[in-house]
């Protein structure tokens, strides 16, 4: 393997639509060095590296593999020219053999007879090389999770490997896995090869990471060698500074409001998502629940919502009364949980208005009262559209929002649960959903507001806690970012493969 | 893939007539027939007299009846495939009733009995893949398809054994005396109440997934089942009940032709309907209302193409062939429409 592979990256700027994912963005990455790219989620860490391997086109900007420029926008030849990246979600065929798997990553070169030995050897040369143990007639589906993501490492080094990309390696691996990973990177540094890590976990880049650099919102923070950094100003660099409260808390809070005691929650995989928190929410107030994605976030927005059931009974007062008040619920993807993009506006508003009294007699909906109460929730959210009837997925992420946001607010909730409620929103649907929450709050609803963006959360919320790993934390310094004597993990993954 | 009837609407009827009659003409020419005398025998065939409107509205009752089915379950997003397995247990069911009530034939009440029989018929073997899916994710569509093999095997063993009748000489159940028939409106010809039935189902059914809150379940569980989660719409009971839905319509089906025309059940009482139910629901946009005009138009090819077979070589196989080309012409419009949103 050569020693080349030094990378450099110049003004690369990538938009979605209004949200500008990437703006202007520059980086060095040097062969023989594991580099972390650090930022929290959304800062365009993820975008910038599929724009290197290709998978994305970008606005404006360039790379060099040394000296020549690199085919941006096109996969295929940017794997011709060495650069190979590890997907967080592996591309296995979990039917296929482990040969079979790694025939596949050459495939595209091959002609139409099939040598699955042949395809597969340079990974397995590979594999010889670095002395990994390989069953190449497992299953690869029946693998633990650690030795399927060594599969797609050795699928990319059969290639002509240069630089290689991992995308958030260890967020599916257990602690043992995670240590395995480590140790494999650094044999990967010692051949030579450019390894760039994405990485969102402070810890795991002080212990692997040569050098880092962090992205904030699209844009560029700072590059340094490791030595030259401490976690603290890492996580400087990757939050930003503090912000300034908009406005100041208000003093009095009502009586009343939400009242939860040792809530317990799994997730989808039966993982502890949500391990005995408490906390109480005045009317009146908003409280703000911040950390990085994957701490909880979304199951605990699925239990106060009541979607996603307790554990433990008698968790939730409100008003000092068991019963659920009524809940309006802003769930954080708008496009699968949020709207059936190809129904209309009315339906979509009746997913909680078919169970309005006034909307239906009996087992019947009353459609022209239905028809009557969109329009009006239309026009006092100001979403624009031709009219009720039109299809959710023909207005734009703004209005879209506005609906779902509309919904939530219809019946005075007593309280409110949004999560994420601007993502990907521009500045002024951005304004209009902090009023809506601002104005909920002044009309006595107790509001969660959760969100990664710290900003969203100084803005409109009166106290902010945060979650990590499941529990709750006043301050953003014991985020669990910055524990040093161990590798931020999750408990599950390792028996799931 | 999701079907996405909003795709479908009614304002495409106009160009859906234009395809339709293209396909039409299309399929006359690889049969290798003269294109306009073909179409006048299938005109005359389906709409000439009083005879041909009759076989049309005939063919159309259980077309529109499985239509129906077909269009509810997949409203849910449940793509039931299994419409014929359900007519045939529906009618089986029915022919069981009317052996139990051979004793006392009351002409009203026991056709309103044998058809009760037909529904709840259909609906038990809607109901099984229901459970298997929603209890252990078992795919509908396999186990729907599969089911229907099982159920045209039921029938075969049971009209040459359990419910043969005494003096049949082929496997055939007892012929259903004359008063239990559904009312034929004309003795010349054989169309019979089911007609208005299937057309007052049909209503019921567009009542039922635009006006009630049941259907109202039944397509968001469908269209997004993630928005139904997330506003505990409960997604499973609506699925089950739309498949109970829709097999107890196609199990009308089977009891509509039992009691209307067919009178006893044989092999052959298995006649696809429960299949061509699903290019009826389709050309309909999975709207009751719409399968209405897609039922008579298939039922009016079916009545002309008797017609078309009495003077040249072509006959039913022209309709399936037609049947089919709407099936994948309504499956490339949608994905061209997808194609546009997405793109847009």
């Not at chain 1, 360039?62 to 590890?86: F, K, N, V, W, Y």
């Not at chain 1, 003093?251 to 502890?272: C, F, Y």
């Amino acid at each position: 393997m050569s020693s080349q592979g030094k990378l450099e990256v110049r003004d690369i700027s990538k938009s979605f639509g209004s949200l500008k994912a990437l703006d202007d963005v520059s980086a060095d990455f040097s062969p023989g060095q594991i580099h972390a790219v650090l930022g929290e989620n959304g800062a365009g860490k993820s975008t910038l590296m599929n724009v290197l391997a290709g998978f994305l086109t970008p606005d404006r900007g360039m790379a060099t593999l040394d000296g020549s420029q690199i085919p941006l926008g096109h996969p295929q030849d940017c794997r011709r020219l060495g650069i190979e990246m590890i997907h967080q979600h592996f591309t296995l065929v979990p039917a296929f053999s482990v040969e079979e798997n790694l025939a596949l990553a050459g495939l595209g070169d091959s002609s139409g007879l099939l040598d699955r030995a042949a395809l597969a050897e340079p990974s397995v040369l590979a594999a010889k090389r670095l002395n990994w143990n390989l069953d190449l007639k497992a299953r690869a589906g029946s693998l633990p999770v650690g030795a399927q993501q060594r599969i797609e490492i050795l699928k990319a080094l059969g290639g002509r490997a240069k630089v290689l990309i991992f995308d958030e390696p260890t967020a599916v691996l257990s602690p043992d896995e995670v240590e395995d990973l480590f140790r494999v990177l650094r044999e990967l540094k010692a051949e030579g090869l450019t390894v760039i890590l994405i990485a969102h976990k402070l810890a795991e880049v002080m212990a692997i990471a040569d050098a880092v650099t962090v992205l904030r919102g699209g844009r560029f923070v700072a590059s340094a060698q490791i030595g030259e950094v401490d976690a603290q100003k890492l996580a400087d660099w990757m939050v930003g500074e503090m912000p300034e409260r908009a406005a100041a808390p208000v003093a009095e809070t009502l009586e009343g409001g939400l009242e939860v005691t040792d809530l317990w929650v799994k997730g989808s995989r039966g993982e502890q998502a949500i391990r005995g928190i408490s906390f109480q929410i005045h009317r009146g107030e908003i409280l703000g629940f911040g950390g990085v994605d994957g701490n909880g976030q979304l199951e605990l927005a699925e239990a106060l919502a009541g979607v996603r059931p307790a554990e433990r009974r008698g968790w939730f007062l409100f008003d000092g009364r068991p019963d659920p008040a009524p809940v309006g619920y802003i769930p954080q993807d708008r496009q699968t949980d949020g709207l059936a993009l190809g129904m209309s506006i009315l339906d979509n508003l009746l997913v909680t208005g078919h169970r309005k009294p006034t909307l239906n007699a009996g087992p019947f909906l009353r459609m022209a009262a239905a028809v009557e109460w969109a329009r009006e929730l239309i026009a006092k959210f100001e979403v624009k559209a031709q009219g009720p009837l039109v299809p959710a997925g023909a207005l734009s992420g703004g209005n879209q929002q506005k609906l779902v946001v509309s919904r939530a607010f219809d019946e005075d909730p007593d309280l409110l649960v949004a999560v994420n409620p601007t993502r990907g929103l521009d500045i002024r649907a951005n304004r209009f959903v902090h009023e809506k929450l601002l104005e909920a709050k002044r009309h006595g609803a107790a509001v969660a507001l959760i969100s990664t963006d710290l900003d969203e959360l100084f803005a409109v919320s009166d106290r902010v806690v945060f979650l990590s790993r499941g529990e709750l934390s006043a301050s953003q310094s014991s985020l669990g970012l910055l524990g040093s004597e161990s590798v931020p993990t999750q408990e599950e993954g390792a028996g799931e493969a | 893939m999701r079907f996405e009837p909003a795709l479908l609407r009614f304002g495409r009827w106009a160009a859906i007539l234009v395809v339709l009659l293209l396909v039409l003409i299309g399929a006359l020419v690889a049969f290798g027939l003269p294109v306009g005398e073909s179409l006048r025998l299938l005109g005359e065939g389906a709409a000439a007299d009083k005879f041909g409107v009759a076989r049309t509205l005939m063919k159309s009752t259980p077309l529109l009846l499985t239509g129906l089915g077909v269009a509810i379950a997949w409203r849910a997003g449940m793509y039931n495939i299994g419409g014929e397995g359900q007519y045939v247990v529906g009618g089986l069911l029915g022919a069981a009733c009317a052996s139990f009530l051979a004793a006392a034939p009351a002409a009203p009440l026991g056709t309103a009995g044998i058809l009760m029989a037909c529904i709840a018929g259909g609906a038990i073997w809607a109901w099984l893949p229901a459970w298997l899916y929603v209890r252990r994710g078992v795919d509908v569509v396999i186990s729907t398809i599969l089911l229907n093999f099982v159920a045209i095997q039921l029938l075969g063993y049971a009209v040459s054994g359990p419910l043969r009748g005494a003096h049949e000489q082929v496997p055939l159940t007892e012929a259903l005396p004359q008063a239990i028939m559904l009312h034929h409106f004309d003795p010349q010809t054989d169309l019979h109440m089911g007609a208005i039935l299937a057309l007052v189902t049909a209503l019921l059914a567009w009542v039922l997934l635009f006006r009630t809150k049941l259907g109202y379940e039944i397509r968001i569980s469908g269209a997004s089942p993630g928005v139904a989660r997330a506003y505990r719409i409960d997604g499973n009971r609506a699925r089950v009940l739309a498949m109970l839905l829709s097999g107890a319509l196609c199990g009308l089906a089977g009891g509509v032709e039992y009691v209307g025309s067919a009178g006893q059940l044989g092999i052959g009482f298995s006649q696809q309907w429960g299949f061509l139910g699903i290019p009826v629901a389709l050309l309909g946009a999975l709207n009751p209302i719409g399968c209405v005009p897609s039922a008579l138009f298939f039922g009016a090819l079916f009545a002309g193409s008797e017609n078309l077979g009495r003077f040249t070589s072509a006959g039913d196989t022209l309709v399936y062939v037609i049947e089919a080309l709407v099936v994948v012409g309504v499956v490339a419009l949608q994905i061209a429409a997808q194609r546009r949103t997405a793109t847009s």
